[in-house]
């Protein structure tokens, strides 16, 4: 976490700098551990894409080998879920995230929402979680995939259940 003016609010944000020839391309990384069970968990969060960013965000369980819930992926500035492009998404600029998904017995979709900058947000409901049998949320991750010199910036993330 670092101070800089361009924060999406307040003073701070966590940039992610990612560089070519690390030992995993999945570095950096930062991961939440919830351990929600039921109900209908959320995540919440703002990300700014450096030229050349890649980034991924996924939900999973702690089954090994784990199940993926809610996940997405941003390469080439174009927002993807499983084979779905999306959306096309600008760079250097704050993009909101507001995702949604039940627990337990009631797993089996999710809902996005994407609020670009000065526009309506845009509702993806019904999504495809990555593992039919995918029902916990025990690790919530932000990852920067480059294999290159690239930024993401993550600003105001709340996670709820």
């Known amino acids: 976490i670092v101070e800089t003016s361009t924060a999406q609010s307040g003073r701070f944000a966590l940039r992610m700098t990612d560089a070519p020839e690390l030992s995993r ?3 950096p990384m930062f991961v939440i551990a919830p351990a929600h069970r039921e109900g209908i968990s959320d995540c919440e969060f703002s990300i700014k894409l450096g030229p050349g960013a890649v980034f991924q965000h996924e939900w999973r369980d702690k089954s090994q080998p784990y199940r993926t819930g809610p996940s997405l992926w941003i390469e080439n500035n174009q927002l993807r879920v499983g084979s779905h492009e ?3 998404l600008p760079e250097d600029a704050w993009i909101e995230f507001e995702i949604a998904a039940p627990l337990g017995d009631a797993a089996g979709t999710w ?3 994407v609020t670009l900058p000065n526009a309506q947000p845009r509702r993806f409901a019904g999504l495809a979680n990555g593992s039919e049998d995918w029902h916990a949320l025990d ?3 932000f990852v920067s995939q480059a294999d290159a010199d690239a930024v993401v910036w993550i600003d105001d993330l709340q996670v709820g259940n």
């Open 25 to 27: 391309r999945y570095f």
């Open 86 to 88: 999306l959306l096309q």
């Open 111 to 113: 809902d996005l929402t």
């Open 139 to 141: 690790w919530l991750g």
